[in-house]
Each structure stands twice: as C-alpha cells, then as structure tokens.
C-alpha cells in the first residue's frame, strides 16, 4: 500500500501518535507525515505511506494556512495554554484597529527565535528535551515569511480579550511565537489559545479523514481515502513524458524537452516539476536545469 491520506488530527494526540495509528491500522510499516502539529493543535496532518514518504519533503516545502485564537494579556512557558501561565497583563479593552495595524507589521519576511519547547535540535538535543529539565540555551533567529495575517473575529472585552486570526505562511513558522511576538509588540503578552491548520501545500481541511472515518472505511473494505503518490505534488507544474523517453528519466538521467509534452512557460532554473508517463501515472519529480525549452530536467526521486 503507498500513497497519501490526508489525515484530520484531532486535539490531544501527537503527530507521532497520529501517524503509529494509522501504521497499526493499515498494517505499514513505512509510513510518515509532512509536518508536525502539537498536541494542543489540530487540522491537516499528511500521512505518506510506502514510497510516498520519500514525497514528504517537498509536501513540507510549501505553505501552510491556519487559523489561530489568541488570549492576550497573559503569557505562557511554553507561548500556548499547554504551559504554565508566567506573566498576566489583564486588559479593559482590544482596540480592533491597534490589533490590525501590529498585523502589518507582522505580514512579510519575518525573523522568529525558536521556542524552547520546540523539536529544534541543540548539540544533538530536542529543545524540548532541555526546557523540560528547565534549561534554556541560546537560539539564533531563523527567517520565515508571512504571507497572510488578518483578524477574523475578536473578543474586545477584557480581562483577556481573544481574537481569531487567518494566516497564511512559509514551511519553518511557529504559530506559537508568532501569537507570543504580537503580544509582546502590544505591550500586553499573549499566547494560543488553539490552533487549526487548514492546509499544508495541496492538502486541504475540506477533504481530510478523521481516524475514525478511516477505520470504518477498513472495515468496510474500502480504501477511499488513499490518494495516489502524486497526490503529494500536485502543486508542482506538471510535464508529460513520452513513451520514447521514459527509460531515460528511469534511468535519472537529464531528459529533454524534445522527451517531453506540455513544458509549462516561464520556468525558471531550479524549479521543480512533476514528471508523468502519458497515461498519467508520476514518473518523477525533476529540477529544471536551465529554461525549460533549452535545457530540460534533471530526476531526483524517481517511481518506476
């Protein structure tokens, strides 16, 4: 069995746990997920099984949408309601244009500082792992892009007022730090107060299965739910293959565009794609090596 699911996780559980249930129920072995959520968190979690997992990477890579309630007025050890509550600033009131003006000035290229309680490593360590033995190390900032912060609905009413955010962002970002990075440019603090994650690159919460929704299609004998390995890629530009040059992709080796039908305009050098034999089955996923008209593709995981 290989493929994808587009897994619905609930609250409670970790990703890891999420993805050994899913090992268990479909008796997998290889089986992985492209990006973690916390326990307090919930929504899309992509589950790659067999060769899919090798698909993971570029899964991850994309962007990502949530939706995200925050408490203000307060802040936490670990910059959500799963920790200890260590300052509280209660308010009146929320200005609703105060809050969306600091929503610009987070919208863009940002720079983050890692949470402790993060599966960052430090000298071979989980950050973690450290934070729970109550050290805390230094950590430098890490770039990460904001494409889409707005404010959804809010709670002006104090002590701790609370609003639901939309944000669009880069793989790397911490929703966490970016509540915790709002409040502390409001002067009052703030944390997540709970976090959805609506899509992760070409997987949406609309079609997600929740654990249960698959057991019962096992039990039923249907595998619905699975989606091909492509799945994983389809928000790369897609190129069709000839029959004449599939033993060349194969085989890694460069293919050129004569080998190929439907080379999307305007690619640029390093680009990915996703190589398909012309009854539609993924071939590849490639990097274009110069423009697509001249210089042609170079495979990097391959599906024979």
């Known amino acids: 069995m290989e493929g994808f699911i587009n897994l619905l996780k609930p609250p409670g559980p970790t990703s890891h746990d999420a993805v050994e249930r899913i090992r268990r129920l479909l008796g997998v072995k290889r089986v992985g ?16 099984l067999g060769r899919a997992t090798r698909l993971l990477e570029y899964v991850q890579e994309d962007s990502k949408a949530y939706r995200a309630e925050v408490i203000f007025g307060l802040e936490t050890a670990t910059q959500d309601m799963a920790g200890e ?47 729970r033995r109550g050290e805390e190390v230094p950590r430098g900032p890490r770039r990460v892009v904001i494409y889409r912060l707005e404010l959804v609905k809010l709670w002006p009413g104090g002590p701790h007022p609370r609003a639901v955010l939309e944000v669009v962002c880069s793989k790397g970002t911490y929703v966490r730090t970016l509540c915790h990075d709002l409040g502390s440019f409001l002067g009052c603090g703030a944390a997540l107060y709970f976090l959805l994650r609506c899509r992760t690159g070409p997987f949406t919460i609309d079609d997600a299965w929740t654990l249960e929704e698959i057991e019962a299609a096992m039990w039923q004998g249907r595998r619905d739910f699975l989606l091909p390995p492509a799945a994983g890629v389809r928000h790369l530009p897609e190129v069709v293959v000839k029959p004449e040059a599939v033993k060349v992709v194969l085989r890694g080796a460069l293919v050129s565009p004569n080998g190929c039908r439907n080379c999307p305009p305007g690619l640029q050098e390093g680009d990915l794609v996703r190589l398909h034999r012309e009854e539609g089955s993924l071939l590849a996923v490639a990097r274009c090596m110069g423009k697509s008209s001249v210089a042609g593709f170079k495979p990097e995981k391959v599906f024979p």
Request: no cysteine; glycine share 10%.
């Open 33 to 48: 997920h492209g990006g973690t959520l916390d326990p307090l968190a919930a929504g899309v979690l992509p589950v790659g």
């Open 85 to 131: 509550v260590i300052n509280r600033n209660p308010l009146e009131k929320l200005d609703a244009r105060e809050l969306k003006s600091a929503l610009s000035r987070f919208t863009g290229v940002q720079e983050q500082i890692p949470p402790m309680f993060s599966a960052v490593r430090y000298r071979g360590q989980r950050l973690y792992e450290l934070a």
